[in-house]
């Protein structure tokens, strides 16, 4: 089993920042993307910002400029860096990676971590 779980979220004040890391345990052999979506009340889950494995990045349009993600193989781990937080940002915010297994190719999902921005 791969378990994925998120942390940094929190309150945070319009114009503040937060940094967001998931981290990735359990069997597989190599984790290709990895990716941050996010869900916000009475929303569909969309994507944030995704990374290849060789470092390709791609970001939603509402994000370009303020948030930077990036990943550390050897810790399993993704980050999102998130500047100058609007109250539109606000949601529930979900990694995924793609995970290569013995059995076989997977994504799996953490179980999420809130981001509130407001003052």
């Known amino acids: 089993q791969v378990q994925l779980v998120e942390s940094g979220g929190g309150l945070v004040q319009p114009g503040g920042s937060l940094r967001l890391s998931c981290v990735a345990s359990?069997?597989?052999?190599?984790?290709?993307?990895m990716g941050w979506y996010r869900q916000g009340p009475g929303n569909q889950r969309e994507l944030v910002a995704r990374?290849?494995?060789?470092?390709?990045?791609e970001y939603a349009d509402s994000v370009k400029g303020r948030f930077t993600i990036s990943r550390d193989d050897a810790k399993n781990t993704v980050y999102l860096q998130m500047n100058n937080l609007k109250p539109e940002d606000t949601a529930a915010y979900y990694c995924k990676m793609h995970v290569t297994k013995a059995d076989g190719p997977f994504d799996y999902w953490g179980q999420g971590t809130q981001v509130t921005v407001s003052s």
């Open positions: 359990g069997s597989f052999f190599i984790i290709y993307n």
């Open positions: 990374i290849t494995r060789r470092g390709i990045t």
